[in-house]
């Protein structure tokens, strides 16, 4: 098992390109299950969830060819609707195989997800959803079991109870190919579900709304052949800037921009940040130049498009080091504050009560040994390490591997002191 140890002190200057996101790839990946002709992706990142979900697209009979950050899927011969435990218990994202799965092959078995322990992720609203288009479905030793008896799907008015990124994806995706009309209500606004949405459409599925909390999507016969670039990672972007912030840089991101971090910029700006063009949505760039230190900042996370729960580990390492007092309240995951203990060994003074913290900023960090507990933990971990003095040995970073392309090499070029040993 691989670990990163980081010698503290280096300020981050320089210019490093940002991948595709993730959370956008993952859906599109699955949304190659609609169709028997070929999906030609680019700008798809070097992650080990997409890896596990290449894999388990393959057992189920779609043709991978991957060169570099292009990858083409062919589903013509799909011929296994089961995505076993084996290849889901890693990634909650594997559940988006259900709903195109049951749209095409008429059912679909999908073990329940595994992934971060942050809190619940029920996938109860992807039921819901698609028991109101006429699927009988249950969960069976373990698997979401989901059929349908001959024709279609229906369309139907689906209201999801809680606004759910991969909720809003999985019915989408199985709306394409329903009978008629289907309206989802409650929908996720997130970039990367319109990012799923232009992709479908790219394929021939007739949708609107996407990115308002309305989605309409009219049903198809077929979907076909299409291209498609991922979007550039919003959360990888912010990682870097957080990053760049906490060590007094000067760093330039290429292949990004700030068209889905309005919250996020407006903070590092509230911190002291300058950052060059942050009201142009159009650049192909940010250009971040901080502060000697930073100023606290409070954040409230919540759905899109307010502060992301995925930004809110990295705010909590910069905070650490800031002058002043900050508040951080989450309220998406129930158990998403695991990285404040790794941050307290790093000499970090926070204060948890629930589902907030309190944190006052100290005038430097100590490195030592702290174990990554889920995907933005480890991110926030590796931002304390660039600060800390001396060295930082961070365990257990196959979660980091899950969500950043590189992570070590990127920070290595901007000047950063780290490498990737054997633990």
């Not at 679909?108 to 699927?135: E, N, T, Y």
């Not at 606004?163 to 008629?180: H, R, W």
């Not at 063009?277 to 759905?303: F, M, N, Q």
């Not at 790794?342 to 913290?357: C, P, S, V």
């Amino acid at each position: 098992m691989d670990k990163l140890v980081i010698t503290g002190g280096p300020r981050l200057c320089g210019e490093v390109a940002i991948s595709g996101a993730k959370n956008a790839a993952l859906p599109i990946l699955c949304a190659c299950l609609l169709s028997a002709e070929p999906l030609m992706l680019s700008n798809v990142p070097d992650l080990n969830d997409i890896g596990t979900m290449l894999k388990l697209l393959a057992q189920m009979g779609v043709q991978v060819e991957r060169q570099g950050n292009q990858v083409t899927l062919d589903a013509s011969g799909l011929h296994s609707p089961l995505a076993p435990y084996e290849l889901v218990k890693t990634m909650r994202a594997s559940i988006l195989v259900l709903g195109p799965l049951l749209a095409r092959c008429g059912e679909a078995r999908v073990s329940l997800p595994g992934g971060c322990a942050i809190g619940a992720r029920p996938v109860d609203q992807h039921i819901k959803g698609l028991l109101a288009m006429g699927a009988d479905v249950g969960v069976d030793h373990g698997y979401v079991v989901a059929r349908f008896a001959g024709g279609k799907l229906k369309g139907a008015r689906l209201f999801t109870d809680m606004v759910t990124v991969t909720g809003t994806e999985n019915l989408m995706m199985a709306a394409c190919l329903a009978e008629g009309d289907t309206v989802i209500e409650n929908a996720a606004r997130e970039p990367e579900v319109v990012d799923l949405a232009q992709c479908l459409v790219s394929m021939g599925a007739q949708i609107s709304g996407a990115g308002t909390d309305v989605i309409r999507i009219r049903g198809v016969e077929r979907l076909h052949a299409a291209s498609h670039r991922i979007m550039p990672d919003r959360i990888e972007t912010g990682t870097f800037l957080c990053a760049a912030a906490a060590t007094g840089g000067d760093v330039r991101l290429t292949g990004t921009s700030t068209a889905y971090l309005d919250v996020v910029i407006d903070k590092l700006m509230d911190a002291g940040c300058e950052i060059v063009g942050a009201r142009s949505r159009s650049l192909e760039s940010i250009h971040l130049i901080a502060p000697a230190r930073l100023k606290a900042v409070s954040i409230r996370t919540s759905p899109y498009p307010a502060f992301p729960t995925d930004m809110q580990a990295q705010f909590m390492a910069i905070n650490a080091v800031a002058e002043g007092t900050a508040i951080i309240r989450e309220t998406i995951f129930e158990n998403r504050f695991m990285h404040a203990v790794e941050l307290q060994r790093l000499g970090a003074d926070i204060k948890i009560d629930g589902n907030t913290a309190v944190m006052k900023g100290v005038d430097r960090l100590q490195g030592a040994t702290v174990m990554a507990t889920d995907l933005r933990a480890s991110a926030s971990l590796v931002i304390a390490g660039l600060v800390a003095e001396g060295e930082t040995h961070i365990e257990r970073i196959y979660h980091l591997d899950r969500g950043y392309d590189h992570i070590e090499a990127k920070l290595t070029t901007l000047g950063a002191a780290i490498r990737r040993e054997k633990a």
